[in-house]
């Protein structure tokens, strides 16, 4: 892994450290599993839907056990996964939730989501074309697989998809970051600081757009704003470790600017 992939990842990672937990439910999942075997209540499931990822994982796992043909179940267990950096889980979860529900479109769109977290879009391409097919005018699935042909080096394919996405989704955030975080792969930072910018005005815009637009604009010479931008999003020594790398890669032209799933998210 280089020196920027390593960095980015350390962004998004930041990004999602500052996200709120639910301890109480992620100690409460396991026991409550393991005394009843039985679906949940839809007040329970609800309740799960708001908690942190650790007990969704637990949560719906549990569930999909339960019952094996509740897509529902397996979908979301398959997301809380993801969210956990168990990408290679995630992706089987969902294909278990397809060997029943073989046009589950939500499932297909998890599927391209595990494969390209985990590094290998390839086995997800397929499951993402046939969510297109099956939703054309989804921009999910197009943008999901802009990621996934840009994983795979089919970078006209790539270009395609996020610019069908966009016209069903005008200005969609995600859409204008992989567009652009895919810009930095080829070391063109000064074209992806407009995307970014794009995408950071948008009301729908996360904090992981905002910390990929303050990369951009440190490695494009612009310290002051990206310090701005840091300081406002990350604790002070997260800010200052991130400043630090970018100070010494600004202007250094190298165009080593990797992608991550944290950036290629898709939708």
């Not at 999901?144 to 270009?159: I, M, P």
């Not at 729908?204 to 604009?217: D, E, F, I, P, Q």
């Not at 406002?232 to 997260?238: G, H, K, S, V």
Request: charged share 25%; glycine share 6%; proline share 6%.
């Amino acid at each position: 892994m280089s020196r920027t992939t390593a960095r980015i990842a350390t962004i998004v990672l930041l990004a999602a450290a500052l996200m709120p937990a639910a301890p109480v439910l992620a100690q409460q999942a396991a026991p409550a599993a393991a005394a009843q075997r039985t679906p949940a209540s839809a007040e329970a499931r609800a309740a799960y839907d708001r908690a942190d990822p650790l007990s969704r994982s637990v949560f719906w796992t549990e569930q999909a056990d339960i019952n094996p043909l509740d897509p529902v179940a397996g979908v979301k267990a398959a997301q809380a996964l993801r969210e956990l950096g168990r990408y290679e889980q995630s992706a089987d979860m969902a294909e278990r939730v397809l060997l029943v529900q073989p046009d589950n479109v939500e499932a297909m769109l998890e599927v391209g989501r595990g494969h390209i977290a985990r590094g290998h879009a390839f086995y997800g391409v397929a499951a993402l074309e046939k969510a297109r097919d099956a939703r054309p005018d989804d921009w999910r699935a197009w943008s999901l697989l802009g990621a996934a042909y840009e994983q795979v080096r089919r970078a006209q394919d790539a270009q395609t998809a996020w610019a069908r996405a966009l016209q069903l989704s005008p200005d969609n955030p995600d859409v204008l970051t992989n567009m652009a975080i895919s810009a930095m792969t080829r070391g063109d930072t000064a074209a992806a600081e407009p995307l970014l910018r794009r995408a950071a005005a948008q009301p729908g815009a996360s904090l992981k757009v905002r910390l990929n637009l303050a990369m951009a604009l440190g490695l494009n010479g612009k310290m002051d704003e990206a310090e701005q931008m840091m300081r406002r999003d990350l604790p002070p020594d997260a800010a200052d470790r991130n400043l630090e790398w970018l100070r010494a890669r600004a202007g250094s032209g190298a165009g080593d600017q990797a992608r991550t799933w944290g950036s290629l998210q898709g939708g």
